[in-house]
């Protein structure tokens, strides 16, 4: 079982940045993908980002490539999602997924384990 804990979400003016973080337990991080997904009020839940166990190998959603970042410590067993450039549409509770498996992946489904989330709030 893998206990995921997101943190670093608040209020930010847009052009802001923010850098969250998903601090595992339980199992290490290291052995699986990882991803970040996001869900805004009345609307589904939607991939933001996504990196391979190594985390050699990225990938992003269209609308937030070249303003977000998604990154791993292994070592340190968490993940990151470095936010710049924020827009008011960024604005959603965001959720950090990690999964056995070595290869990215965009959906949900591919994802065994949740953290909480944390909230982003951008004001224009």
């Known amino acids: 079982q893998v206990r995921l804990v997101e943190s670093g979400g608040g209020l930010v003016q847009a052009g802001g940045s923010l850098r969250l973080a998903c601090a595992a337990s339980?199992?290490?991080?290291?052995?699986?993908?990882m991803g970040w997904f996001r869900q805004a009020p009345g609307k589904e839940r939607e991939f933001v980002a996504t990196i391979s166990q190594v985390g050699g190998i990225t990938d992003y959603a269209a609308s937030v490539k070249g303003r977000f970042t998604i990154s791993r410590d292994n070592a340190k067993n968490t993940g990151y999602l470095q936010m710049n450039s924020l827009k008011p549409e960024d604005t959603a509770v965001y959720y950090c997924a990690a999964a056995a498996g070595a290869d990215m992946a965009k959906t949900a489904q591919a994802y065994d384990y949740w953290g909480q989330g944390t909230q982003v709030t951008v004001s224009s």
């Open positions: 339980g199992r290490t991080l290291s052995s699986g993908r």
